[in-house]
């Protein structure tokens, strides 16, 4: 009877190749906002109903007002939103990302 042979291990060591030098870093952004950042996502798409912020008129105006009284609870001490259950930062990130997104999206079709 044959012995089988294990290929596992058997192929020269080689360091391995990946160009991404020049690709955004996903790696840096902090994971536990990025967490709480979906879970302020998943309780607007539940309230609201998922990309319903893309309607909201005069867009620019009150998302800059929601950030800022995110921000303005922050500054008063207050971590976490009293409707929620989660931190006020990514509240404001949130509505950042909003204000930002439709703004890049405005510049790309251009």
């Not at 996903?26 to 309607?55: C, F």
């Not at 921000?71 to 990130?93: C, P, R």
Request: net charge neutral; aromatic share 4%.
């Amino acid at each position: 009877m044959m012995k089988k042979q294990s290929l596992i291990g058997t192929a020269p060591k080689q360091r391995g190749i990946k160009y991404d030098q020049e690709k955004p870093r996903m790696d840096l952004i902090p994971p536990l906002m990025e967490l709480e950042t979906a879970k302020v996502l998943s309780v607007g798409a539940i309230k609201y109903h998922e990309d319903n912020w893309r309607q909201v008129p005069d867009l620019r105006r009150r998302y800059i007002a929601a950030a800022r009284r995110h921000i303005n609870a922050l500054s008063q001490g207050i971590m976490l939103d009293d409707e929620t259950g989660l931190h006020h930062a990514a509240h404001a990130v949130c509505c950042l990302m909003f204000l930002g997104e439709v703004e890049l999206e405005a510049l790309i079709t251009e």
